[in-house]
């Protein structure tokens, strides 16, 4: 992409294609380039549920912020929260209580830069640049601690986020780690891709994702189930996307959702 635009940081490789600026794509954004738009088609090509994975997935995120409210929860730590779109965690929790708080984690310069410019009049949201797979500088940060008191209830959002952590970084210790750092009465919500399903073609899109910025893994329910750790997952439990806890009739071939989600509570 050779002209810029006043939200592009010049950090940014606009050559390779980012999970985020696809992600954002699907949802209607408008904070992606060509290289994005035209790595996703080859995606949807043979795989073209990929863009009810990406409805689904924010239809849940939004329930799932909503059922921590319900239950006194009042901030939120987003890990992989990608580009601030419409629907955004500070949006939703702020409308229910103003006083809500939220901490974004992102490694994306468009997500940061875009997020700093959303929230730069909102004392009680901020986002920093950050390596999720390293929890302990996130959780020390001083950001993060400002907006954050890990002394009362924290929504950990993972949603989207685990499939980019590979086997070589240690899925398990990270997520352990950040579970570790919440006060009793958080919860994890977490919704992560799939090879279970014959209709997900996990293994070609975990091979097409080589050429972009974003490697990943599916993983099995089992395996996913794994990172609550000891959190008892609430009904319905581990499920796919449209079927936890839907507002509207649940849809036709979950298993087309391509994720499962879940939320888990500490003690």
Same mark, same amino acid.
């Given at each position: 992409?050779?002209?810029?635009? @006043?939200?592009?940081? +010049?950090?940014? @490789?606009?050559?390779?294609?980012? %999970? ?16 994005? !738009?035209? *790595? ?5 090509? *043979?795989? $073209? ?10 239809? *849940?995120?939004? !329930? ?6 319900? !239950?006194?929860?009042?901030? /939120? =730590? ?9 629907? @955004? ?8 209580? $103003? ?25 009680? %949201? ?12 996130? =959780?020390?940060?001083?950001?993060? !601690? ?28 990270? /997520? +352990? ?13 977490? +919704?992560?891709?799939?090879?279970? /399903? ?15 910025? @974003? ?9 996913? %189930?794994?990172? /609550? ?39």
């Amino acid at each position: 992409m050779s002209q810029q635009t @006043n939200w592009v940081p +010049t950090s940014v @490789n606009t050559d390779k294609p980012s %999970a985020a600026r696809m992600y954002d794509y699907l949802l209607g954004g408008s904070h992606n380039f060509a290289v994005d !738009r035209e *790595f996703l088609e080859k995606i949807l090509a *043979f795989q $073209p549920e990929v863009k009810r994975f990406a409805i689904m997935n924010r239809a *849940f995120l939004r !329930r799932a912020v909503l059922y921590m409210l319900d !239950r006194g929860v009042r901030q /939120f =730590l987003d890990l992989g929260s990608g580009i601030p779109t419409v629907g @955004n965690v500070h949006e939703i929790a702020q409308k229910v209580d $103003p006083t809500s708080r939220v901490a974004y984690v992102d490694n994306e310069h468009v997500a940061v830069a875009h997020g700093q410019l959303l929230l730069e009049d909102n004392e009680n %949201a901020t986002i920093i640049m950050a390596d999720i797979t390293k929890p302990g500088l996130v =959780l020390r940060d001083a950001e993060v !601690r400002r907006v954050l008191d890990f002394d009362q209830p924290i929504g950990l959002l993972a949603v989207t986020i685990g499939h980019y952590i590979l086997d070589d970084h240690d899925p398990n210790g990270v /997520f +352990t780690a950040y579970r570790e750092a919440l006060p009793n009465g958080s919860y994890l919500a977490m +919704t992560h891709l799939t090879n279970d /399903f014959a209709s997900v073609k996990a293994e070609e899109i975990t091979e097409t994702m080589k050429g972009s910025q @974003n490697n990943l893994q599916a993983r099995t329910r089992d395996e996913i %189930a794994g990172l /609550f750790g000891d959190f008892e997952l609430v009904p319905p439990g581990l499920v796919t996307t449209s079927q936890w806890r839907p507002d509207l009739p649940e849809l036709d071939e979950p298993e087309r959702d391509g994720l499962y989600a879940g939320v888990g509570r500490k003690g």
